[in-house]
């Protein structure tokens, strides 16, 4: 995804500080929190155009990577006579990306280092963040979140007031999201600073944390006008003037990414599995000899995104259907790096079945994806079935019951 995209990450928390930078000055301070929200919305919801100069710092971490990026932004918007975005212009400079972005005539465009491209998606995944906001026409609603509070503190000698958000939602089957977005304002309407942490939590328990987004936007400079700023005007169209003579790509729609059953060319597995003696994540040691169940259902993941999650999800529905005798489940981690967060996870998702670190034997496969599943017959070490990739979908129970068929066949030859 375009980075310029992602620069602009929340927009309910966005409206919320602009307008409430604009709406302190003056205000009686015992003021409640709905009452800073409905303030903050009718100022955005009023203005015609409007400029924001920000400083926006961006970490992520899960499992197996974390960053943080600096970038400098500007962002320079006007709105037609019905409240909606009509277009917008905004550059995004750090040491590594220099893009600017124009959105005008219900087209986004991108500049980055002499190149230019249009940003386009299917009607089935929506134009996202300031982007989705542009094109939907209305700026989105605070009141939208689960909770909102406010309160008083003393930042640099001087009275400050804080509103703090909070979303809750559930992603998958053990997955559950908290949003908090947070901005200061001083006592003079003057915003300090706007901070947002998105994490995503392992249910039911909620001790493991999948992944940990954290925002921040030290704001520079924010300025609302009641009318169209002229120089804005100018700014916008004068960037489209500039840059209508630069190649276009054809107005294709960006097909969603799908990943059918069939006609996919699958990477062959050997005949026989390969012998192996590897850690669990418990301390103790698992080989294929200690094996004595009919049928092993292997399965290779990660926890570096959600399929692993769902794999996991499809490796307790086969363990809790059958008994240890007939079907083993066994999980090979492929190189999670934080044990820890990876053994509380299998906690909160209450897995019970022998998960091994399981990396150099996913090597010597030589698998090319890190989601691969093995039916195995234990008494001659044949490899009944192999299939790469979580390709069943978790609309299909991430394929539980198209596993359990194959499993059933092969106890029924036993």
Known sequence: MNRSILIFAKPLFLSMLIAFAVSCSNKHEEMT?????????EKIDNCKSGHIRMKYTESFDNISMTFESVSNIDFYFIKDSTGRVKSFYSTINSDTINTENLFIDDTLMSLNKGIISRCYYSQDVPLRHEYRMANNGILAKILEYDSISCADTIINGKKAAIISADKYGKTSWCLRTHTNQTCI?????NLISIASTEEEQVMPKATATFRNDYDRIDIEEI?????INPDIENLINGKHSQWANYPRPEKTPIP???NPIEGIEYKSAPEKAFDWRLTTFSGDTLSATNVKSKIMFAVFYGLDHTVGIHALYCMKQIDSIYNNDDVCVVGFNIGDENEARVKAILESCDIHFANVKGKSLFEQYGFPSYINFLIIDCATNEILYYRQGLTYGVE??????????????ALKRK
């Open 185 to 189: 304002i001083d006592s003079e309407g």
């Open 396 to 409: 299909k129970d991430c394929g539980v019951s198209d596993y359990q068929k194959m499993i059933d066949e």
């Open 256 to 258: 969603r990414e799908c």
């Open 223 to 227: 300025t609302l006008y009641d009318e």
């Open 33 to 41: 929190a709905t009452d800073y929200v409905n303030l903050a919305q």
